[in-house]
């Protein structure tokens, strides 16, 4: 990666030690001047962005410099690759924004957070909202301050692409999911005979399959906010962050924003969009193709936006998504879930939507009428309890109603994922449309070491491509859809062998029990794929016809709290860790109670495992589909499938809709043609 900041060196010895570590001043921004979006980002042609800048005057620790006082009389410029700079104002045709000033802290290390030390950071900044980059190339901002000092950044317009290559999209991502996984998965849903698989995974039969790295932009590890905001945005953010960069003021809505690709393709040519997940509908992988935010546990400000936009900037926005089903209705019904404690059914309807809470009605909803589909509370219970321990569904308050109870007649991600389709298909018309598709799960059951239950969404996920895919041919649409699968980040899972989870039960301490893993030659075969006598699973070819065999896979996270395994299915949805007697750190749970203890690799104020480095695999097919191969970046993921859509405009580009609701004109609508 090229360096081009650059700083008085007095600072640069001190700096590279406090900032660049795992504690961090502002992770974009090494030097006391900050420039935002940060060096080494790229820009889709016509894409709108935010510009911030920031002078940082430490007032005590390691960097502390001119008295706390930051330079309130910096100068940025921008110039392209061979030309003079111009102010950023002229450039941009921007008014001189005001000048504001805030006060930040953060520790430089552990001692300093044991101590309670924070270093205390002052502030000047200036903010440019709602820009565009037309022409590729290359650019330069220089940002000058404290009377010769200089930040730069790189940023690279990347080519022109106008043509549509593919009139519709539908975008899989299945959360936490890596190649082992799903070779897990494989094992477990499809029969070998003598090393050879009889049937395949509906993703074993994609035409091209490539790699992506899914670092955030100052970790190497990330979270599933930034990520799906790298994919659906081309620009990488920080943990916890989405559609911004993350800035060092208080105000958690005035980051500098980046548009999306929904955003984008509304604005652009008018098309219709959805979203569907098997978590809650506000949880960062649905809420990122529309949420502007570093914080995404701000989950009703979040259903907000995805409604009517971002509120307090202008902003580029959606007339609302056309399709929107999952799990959440914490955020609709009224209280104190909701943004301002309104009612969310209400708001939705009001704009035009039908609203489901069931499965049957989800199936009844017109298809040419916008429509919201909110089916339980919290995350939507998991393949295995909704198909096999369905006892487990009649214990939950999860009624999507706001009544006591559980919710019944539940969808799974095939059901939305299928009629999301059926809506799209006929409200997006001619203009064609966009649907990202979830499978939440398989990333919550992986961090509660629940390894069955992620499994069987995986297989669920799998399931619905497969589905998806004679759908789409089904309405004759399937030669100008891209089908991309991929996931957003990965938990350090394998398989290594099976157990004999009857033998490992009967012994009584934890070594012997060990014994039990059959390693190499003693893993022997899946039992997944035989019958169990006397039970009658029932649920259908790509999938196993039973979960809890005795030889089961024995499998691990190489990041997990202390808990006990066993090796097998719990009836119950595991919890492997809890809190220990003295009632502050996690120690392995009792809720596997014939299996042996495991120390964790994790601190011991972690409950569940965490997400890992791995790069993720990505599959395609249709249009553009031979883009896809190779290793790259997760951003890239966003620029080839917004190139294959055409969305890199040289001019301002909006499409005339007959107004946003709320704008006092007509209400935006598909007109069936
Ligand atoms: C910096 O100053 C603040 C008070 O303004 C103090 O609380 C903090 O401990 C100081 N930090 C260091 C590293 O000295
Ligand atoms: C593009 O045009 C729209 C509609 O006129 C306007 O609101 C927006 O600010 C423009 N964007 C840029 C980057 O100039
Ligand atoms: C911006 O809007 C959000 C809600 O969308 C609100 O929570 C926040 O306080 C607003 N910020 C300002 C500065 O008005
Ligand atoms: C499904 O929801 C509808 C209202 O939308 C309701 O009338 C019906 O009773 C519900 N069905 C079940 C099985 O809960
Ligand atoms: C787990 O670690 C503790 C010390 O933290 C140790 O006392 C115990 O023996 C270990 N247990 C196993 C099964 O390794
Ligand atoms: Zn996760």
Not at 80 to 95: C, L, R, V, W
Not at 356 to 379: E, H, M, V, Y
């Amino acid at each position: 990666m090229v360096k081009a900041n650059s700083v008085a060196l007095c600072l640069a010895a001190s700096l590279s030690a406090a900032s660049a570590q795992t504690f961090q001043r502002l992770g974009t921004c090494p030097d006391l001047g900050c420039v935002l979006p940060p060096d080494q980002q790229d820009f889709l042609p016509g894409q709108e962005f935010d510009i911030r800048f920031e002078i940082h005057a430490p007032k005590n620790g390691s960097e502390a410099f001119n008295n706390g006082v930051p330079d309130e009389k910096f100068t940025a410029t921008i110039a392209k690759d061979g030309q003079k700079p111009k102010s950023i104002a002229e450039f941009f045709k921007h008014s001189e924004p005001a000048l504001e000033k805030w006060t930040f802290s953060w520790f430089e290390d552990l001692f300093a957070e044991d101590a309670n030390k924070p270093s205390v950071v002052n502030v000047a900044s200036k903010a440019f909202r709602r820009v565009a980059l037309y022409e590729p190339g290359e650019y330069t901002v220089t940002l000058k301050y404290y009377d010769g000092q200089t930040t730069k950044a790189h940023w690279t317009v990347r080519p022109l692409a106008t043509k549509k290559k593919a009139k519709n999209v539908v975008f899989f991502i299945g959360d936490g999911m890596t190649t082992n996984m799903i070779t897990a998965a494989r094992l477990l849903g499809h029969k070998t005979v003598n090393g050879r698989y009889q049937s395949l995974l509906a993703l074993d039969e994609f035409p091209v399959l490539g790699h992506q790295m899914s670092h955030s932009i100052d970790t190497f590890i990330t979270d599933s906010a930034n990520s799906a905001s790298a994919l659906y945005s081309g620009h990488k953010s920080s943990v916890n962050a989405m559609g911004v960069y993350v800035d060092s003021s208080p105000d958690t809505h005035d980051d500098p924003k980046v548009e999306t690709i929904v955003e984008l393709l509304y604005r652009v040519w008018g098309s219709a969009w959805g979203a569907v997940s098997t978590a809650f509908i506000a949880d960062a992988t649905p809420i990122a193709l529309t949420g502007h935010t570093r914080r995404r546990s701000e989950y009703g400000v979040l259903i907000d936006q995805a409604l009517h936009g971002v509120s307090n900037y202008s902003w580029t926005r959606t007339a609302g998504p056309d399709a929107y089903f999952g799990g959440g209705a914490e955020q609709f019904i009224p209280g104190s879930g909701s943004y301002q404690g309104k009612d969310y059914y209400a708001e939705f309807a009001n704009e035009g939507y039908s609203v489901s809470w069931n499965k049957t009605a989800l199936l009844a909803a017109p298809n040419d009428q916008k429509a919201l589909g909110i089916f339980c509370r919290s995350n939507l219970p998991v393949w295995l309890d909704r198909n096999i321990y369905t006892d487990n569904l009649a214990t939950l308050e999860n009624n999507p109603s706001g009544a006591k109870g559980p919710a019944t007649d539940l969808p799974g991600q095939k059901d939305m994922t299928l009629k999301a389709i059926e809506i799209l298909n006929k409200r997006g018309g001619d203009k064609g449309f966009f649907l990202m598709s979830e499978a939440a799960s398989i990333d919550k059951q992986m961090h509660t070491l629940d390894y069955e239950r992620a499994l069987g969404d995986l297989l669920e996920l799998d399931d619905t491509v497969r589905a998806t895919i004679k759908k789409l041919e089904d309405l004759g649409i399937l030669e100008e859809t891209l089908i991309v699968v991929t996931a957003d980040h990965g938990h350090g899972f394998d398989v290594f062998g099976s157990a004999d989870t009857k033998y490992l039960r009967a012994q009584e301490d934890d070594r012997s029990k060990r014994s039990a893993v059959g390693v190499y030659e003693r893993s022997g075969l899946s039992q997944y794929t035989q019958p169990k006598e006397g039970v009658q699973y029932g649920t259908g070819a790509n999938f196993p016809l039973n979960w809890d065999p005795r030889y089961a896979i024995a499998a691990g996270l190489g990041a997990n709290p202390d808990h006990r395994e066993d090796y097998g299915l719990g009836h119950k949805p595991r919890v492997p860790a809890a809190v220990g007697a003295n009632g502050e750190v996690y120690v392995e749970n009792t809720d596997r109670p014939g299996g042996f203890v495991v120390n964790g690799t994790l601190p011991t104020d972690e409950a569940q495992g965490v997400h890992s480095l791995t790069d993720v695999p990505i599959f395609a097919r249709g249009p553009c589909q031979e883009t896809f191969g190779g290793t790259y970046s997760n951003i890239d993921v966003f620029y080839k499938i917004a190139s294959c859509l055409g969305l890199g405009h040289p001019h301002n580009k909006t499409v005339e809709h007959p107004g946003h609701p709320g704008d006092g004109h007509a209400r935006y609508s598909y007109l069936p043609t």
